[in-house]
């Protein structure tokens, strides 16, 4: 830059330093602007004395010039303190999204979207906030500052006591976030494995689908063994897999997941007990890599989970992006006794009785008074509607609803699903794949 002033002002009648004020300063944070000053000072004096003491300069005393600070391909303006330039530091600023106006799932989803440099350059120029932001990134404590060229970050107790100091380019931090979220090293997602421990050695788990070349493959696994498979059709088109030279049916759920992957390439987005990832509301609980987690917060983008047995910063952890399909890549497992569920649905009706004479009734003073005694209402006696022969008994209809489908804890998840507030249509479309084309007879 002081190099540029120099050959812009060389044709003007003011001095360097006047013009780099009026025309270049204001595209620079103070700091820096100051150090760019003095590197003109001293430029200026050599070029005096060189003008004044024309011998010597036939052979002039070698100039060492410090190499500019460089951390991962990213050049680092540095003002008159150290600069900044621990990796671990820096990362841990650009992904701490505390105060961002635009959180970090929502930057790497930008970034699958848009692969022009100067798109995410002005994006993520509007992510940051504008005010002085500090806080601990592990036990050091360090902040940032946004400028109308790039970020001021550094490192010390606060902004005016700070020990080190560096400057990005918005241009450098977009690629800086670029090179994080290669690395696997943006989002903070969690690095939990399934557990098939205790597992139905019987049962088929399915945690996702693939295709290749034209060939549909599944994750899944049976017992406590994990495997990829590749599904297998029978002469009336059921699909199978072969486990240990023998086949494995799909469920009406199964067969319904994979009739959607096939249609519409829909992944896989609820637990073995046919629990939909996107139906958890904060308070619910999940089984996942063994350990139980509670739903902290849930939105489009984001899911938090938090484990009361751990430590910080291991008892919370956030997955970012399509976490539905993630969750159950981990093979979560919903846990029905999490959820208060007030009136069960399929209840028996309870009895209500009349209060007995001389029963009392306290005041909010907590002095009894007699309770008004009133006549009995008149019930009216409910007429059963009229029905063929072949129609289906309302005793029928109790007993085949009350047994659920032909599916394991299948009445349990019909009872989680009708007290999610759901619409009829939705309730509807749950019956129909929950139910599937199976049946089951009646005595």
Same mark, same amino acid.
């Given at each position: 830059m002081?190099?540029?002033?120099?050959?812009?002002?060389?044709?003007?009648?003011?001095?360097?330093?006047?013009?780099?004020?009026?025309?270049?300063?204001?595209?620079?944070s103070p700091a820096q602007a100051q150090e760019i000053r003095e590197i003109m000072m001293v430029a200026?004096?050599?070029?005096?004395?060189?003008?004044?003491?024309?011998?010597?300069?036939?052979?002039p005393e070698p100039v060492t010039i410090a190499e500019p600070v460089i951390v991962n391909n990213f050049p680092l303006i540095s003002g008159v303190l150290p600069p900044l330039t621990d990796d671990t530091i820096i990362s841990g600023i650009l992904?701490?999204?505390?105060?961002?106006?635009?959180?970090?799932?929502?930057?790497?989803e930008y970034y699958a979207d848009h692969s022009d440099d100067a798109e995410r350059a002005d994006f993520v120029k509007t992510a940051f906030n504008a005010d002085y932001s500090e806080f601990d990134v592990g036990s050091t404590r360090v902040g940032y500052k946004t400028t109308d060229t790039g970020l001021m970050i550094w490192e010390g107790s606060s902004y005016l006591s700070r020990t080190k100091e560096a400057g990005l380019s918005w241009e450098a931090v977009a690629t800086y976030i670029a090179k994080l979220i290669d690395e696997n090293r943006y989002l903070n997602e969690p690095t939990l494995q399934r557990n098939t421990q205790n597992a139905d050695r019987n049962q088929l788990v399915i945690y996702g689908f693939k295709e290749h070349d034209g060939v549909i493959t599944m994750d899944c696994s049976v017992g406590e063994n994990e495997f990829e498979a590749e599904i297998l059709r029978t002469d009336d088109?059921?699909?199978?897999? $072969?486990? +240990?030279?023998? @086949?494995?049916?799909?469920?009406?759920?199964?067969?319904?997941?994979? &009739?959607?992957?096939?249609?519409?390439?829909?992944?896989?987005?609820?637990?073995?007990?046919?629990?939909?990832?996107?139906?958890?509301?904060?308070?619910?609980?999940?089984?996942?890599?063994?350990?139980?987690?509670?739903?902290?917060?849930?939105?489009?983008?984001?899911?938090?989970?938090?484990? $009361?047995? +751990?430590?910080? @910063?291991?008892?919370?952890?956030?997955?970012?992006?399509?976490?539905? &399909?993630?969750?159950?890549?981990?093979?979560?497992?919903?846990?029905?006794?999490?959820?208060?569920?007030?009136?069960?649905v399929f209840a028996e009706p309870t009895e209500t009785t009349e209060p007995e004479p001389g029963d009392l009734q306290l005041t909010l003073f907590g002095e009894p008074e007699p309770v008004a005694q009133k006549e009995p209402k008149p019930r009216t006696k409910k007429q059963p509607a009229a029905i063929s022969l072949t129609a289906p008994t309302p005793k029928m209809l109790d007993y085949i609803l009350r047994a659920g489908s032909n599916e394991t804890k299948s009445i349990e998840r019909i009872v989680a699903q009708f007290q999610k507030n759901k619409t009829p249509a939705e309730n509807a479309d749950y019956l129909r794949r929950e139910f599937g084309t199976g049946g089951r007879g009646y005595k």
């Open positions: 002081a190099g540029f002033a120099f050959t812009d002002s060389e044709e003007m009648t003011i001095d360097p330093i006047t013009f780099f004020n009026r025309f270049h300063s204001g595209k620079f200026i004096q050599n070029r005096d004395i060189t003008r004044d003491n024309p011998a010597e300069s036939e052979q992904t701490h999204d505390q105060f961002f106006t635009k959180k970090c799932d929502e930057i790497a088109n059921t699909p199978y897999i $072969s486990y +240990k030279d023998r @086949p494995i049916q799909f469920t009406s759920e199964q067969a319904y997941d994979l &009739e959607q992957f096939e249609l519409y390439r829909t992944p896989v987005m609820h637990d073995r007990n046919g629990y939909y990832a996107d139906d958890l509301d904060a308070g619910d609980q999940i089984r996942l890599d063994g350990e139980i987690w509670t739903v902290v917060l849930k939105n489009d983008y984001t899911i938090r989970l938090s484990n $009361s047995e +751990k430590t910080d @910063p291991d008892n919370v952890q956030n997955i970012y992006g399509k976490w539905q &399909e993630k969750l159950t890549q981990l093979g979560f497992e919903f846990i029905p006794q999490s959820r208060e569920i007030e009136t069960p």
